[in-house]
């Protein structure tokens, strides 16, 4: 007696066939499937070509197991000189001439590679500078406009006119951002000072001093609040929402207890909404660090060889001070100047550190975010 077939084994006699709207819906989910897929491929594939470039640049195997001299050193032009027996020297500007005593004639050529030497200590230090002042500025009137918006503001077109001019602004290009904090924050912001400048648009005496409409000039200030604006329509739109998704009933028991608006809001609503507020911060944490168009005319310097503390101004100058900052030394580096093997250790560190720098905020923040979630559960 022969043994059945194979297939006549395999096959089901009470399967149902795929219908065509089965099949209709099997090639849809297959198409979204693969989308997101692929966008999950495209970011590990990002993400891994950066920590392979750039790891091996910040981490090393001896102790202290990290370049701290990468960390820790402002960034310099790269000397790479060549002997006439094919020996390469890889130095600082202090260095390169020592090297080229020592060597006299049997020196053959010297390379020099700008920003490709030292560390980034200061684009670093103005980084975050700037992410810190634009993230207060921005939750401080994203918030506060959110809530007038959500909490006291009547329904009605010039309230919808408002919040949809809002909602445009998340559309306009980041360079356009970078031209109106130029005109707005460094040309024309109000500065108190005894000795207005020429080019000041308006000067206001008020006895003690005066206000004169000079600009904060290219500075920390001038690129935080360049940035804030960039993210407020993120803020604006994402505090909203959390604090309508507050029940009523919270608002209604306090003002019946003979609270006031305010205090309601403070005390029964803003609590409640804020574990969503954050996630709003998180996301404009990411855009503002990583932005370079608004900077480029507010705040930031392609080479500096101070820290913002280092002025005349000492501490007190912090703000006030031009600044490097990662996304435009990244730019610069990727940019403007010769791409060769020695220019790819600052420019990958640079990325690499980047990368760890937002992840780390935004960690901090998803962390606030739970510890508050679990506060005020509701």
């Known amino acids: 007696m022969h043994a059945p077939a194979p297939s ?6 009470f399967a149902k066939r795929r219908s065509h709207l089965e099949t209709y819906e099997f090639i849809v989910r297959s198409v979204l499937r693969g989308a997101t897929y692929l966008i999950l491929f495209a970011t590990a594939a990002i993400f891994l070509h950066i920590i392979v470039k750039g790891s091996p640049i910040l981490f090393q195997a001896k102790a202290p197991f990290i370049n701290v001299e990468f960390l820790t050193k402002l960034p310099e032009t790269l000397h790479v000189l060549e002997d006439k027996q094919g020996h390469i020297y890889k130095t600082d500007p202090k260095g390169a001439d020592a090297i080229k005593h020592q060597l006299g004639d049997n020196l053959r050529q010297e390379k020099t590679i700008s920003y490709s030497g030292g560390g980034i200590l200061g ?8 992410v810190l002042v634009c993230i207060v500025v921005a939750l401080f009137l994203g918030i506060s406009s959110a809530i007038y918006l959500s ?3 009547k329904p009605g077109k010039f309230i919808e006119w408002v919040r949809l001019a809002i909602l445009n602004l998340a559309g306009v290009p980041s360079v356009v951002f970078g031209l109106f904090g130029l005109g707005v924050f460094v040309l024309a912001a109000p500065v108190f000072t005894n000795t207005p400048l020429d080019r000041a648009l308006l000067v206001i005496p008020l006895g003690f001093t005066q206000m004169s409409f000079q600009g904060w000039d290219t500075s920390v200030l001038s690129g935080a609040f360049t940035l804030a604006f960039v993210i407020l329509p993120v803020i604006i739109t994402a505090s909203e929402e959390c604090l309508r998704a507050v029940p009523m009933g919270f608002r209604e028991t306090s003002l019946a207890l003979g609270a006031t608006r305010w205090q309601t809001i403070w005390r029964s609503v803003l609590p409640f909404a804020m574990p969503g507020i954050l996630t709003s911060s998180i996301l404009g944490i990411a855009r503002a660090a990583g932005e370079t168009a ?11 060889d101070k820290l913002p503390w280092q002025g005349e101004a000492g501490f007190g100058g912090v703000f006030t001070e031009s600044v490097q900052a990662l996304p435009y030394h990244i730019y610069t580096l990727a940019a403007r100047i010769p791409q060769n093997e020695y220019s790819e250790r600052a420019q990958y560190g640079s990325v690499f550190v980047f990368l760890v720098l937002v992840m780390t905020l935004a960690t901090a923040s998803v962390l606030l975010r739970r510890k508050l979630r679990a506060k005020y559960k509701w």
Request: no cysteine; proline share 11%; charged share 10%.
């Open 294 to 304: 608004p900077i480029m005319f507010t705040a930031a310097l392609a080479f500096k």
């Open 8 to 13: 006549a084994l395999l096959e089901n006699p």
């Open 151 to 153: 909490e006291y503001a």
């Open 123 to 130: 684009p670093i230090v103005g980084t975050f500078l700037l």
